[in-house]
């Protein structure tokens, strides 16, 4: 796996769009040798996180923690009348409208948007959420009854505060929530923003797609008792009404058809 974007791009002539580092955090990237455009779209990361074709997210070792770092390239027709869109700069501006409506994100600490050649360029840099993916966690923690119910309810009434502010997530699997326990609590964040959308009218259908991309994500060994605590505690009720199980047969079905086309989720 790469470790940075292809070397066509290094070679060729950078022209910078918009370019912003956070003033708080300008000292210590200067320190890690992060200071021009160049310098984070050309930096090698650690370890790779994702690469699909067009994107790369690295970890990168600053001082002594991790940041990560998300490049993004494409081809661009110049005669495009509305412009190319930027990824990074959408991660941006979500990040920072998630975190004013008080909902946990990793804080944004440098983007860059610009062109080589025929292709726009981007980069998002972020510090590190605290905790691991719920996933993960599920996986390995061995939770007491207390906190298994605990759990289920706390991540249905994130899911349900998430949606309350207008927002969906379009990706929103338990890859892309953290938690972290603290004493008896969790506290979860949302990472991977660059497709989250803010709407004034919420349609009941992207609440299905959100809802069941969290679901088709659980695990094959989650119990139906543990689906119905999340889901109540999403719909902020104890006791469900025929409106709500209309809308959970829905997300089952979604569900069903995810698997049908993409097969079951896995770790």
């Known amino acids: ?98 975190d004013k409506d008080r909902i946990s994100v990793p804080i944004p600490l440098a983007y860059g948007l610009g062109r080589i050649g025929t292709h726009a360029v981007s980069f998002y840099l972020s510090q590190a959420v605290a905790g691991i993916q719920s996933d993960y966690f599920l996986r ?20 349900k505060n998430f949606h309350a502010h207008g927002y969906n997530h379009r990706d929103f699997y338990l890859c892309h929530i953290f938690v972290d326990q603290r004493d008896s609590d969790y506290v979860f964040s949302l990472i991977d923003l660059q497709r989250v959308q803010k709407r004034s009218k919420f349609r009941r259908r992207w609440l299905i797609k959100d809802i069941g ?23 902020g009720v104890k006791t469900l009404s025929r409106s709500d199980k209309k809308m959970l047969t829905d997300i089952d079905n979604r569900v069903e058809a995810m698997e049908r086309k993409v097969g079951k989720y896995f770790i």
């Open 1 to 98: 796996m790469a470790l940075v974007p292809p070397v066509k791009f290094q070679n060729g002539k950078l022209e910078i769009v918009k370019f912003d580092i956070h003033p708080k955090y300008r000292k210590l990237l200067l320190g890690c040798g992060l200071l021009s455009f160049k310098d984070f779209f050309f930096c090698k990361g650690v370890a790779v996180m994702r690469e699909v074709p067009g994107r790369l997210t690295v970890s990168v070792k600053c001082e002594d923690d991790f940041i990560y770092l998300k490049r993004h390239w494409k081809e661009h027709s110049s005669s495009s009348r509305s412009g190319p869109h930027y990824e990074a700069l959408t991660e941006w501006e979500n990040t920072q409208a998630l």
């Open 213 to 235: 991309q969290l679901f088709f994500s659980l695990a094959p060994s989650t119990s139906r008792i543990d689906k119905l605590r999340l889901f109540k505690a999403y719909r």
């Open 140 to 159: 390995d923690a061995n939770l007491t009854t207390l906190e298994n119910k605990k759990f289920w309810e706390q991540l249905g009434s994130f899911a």
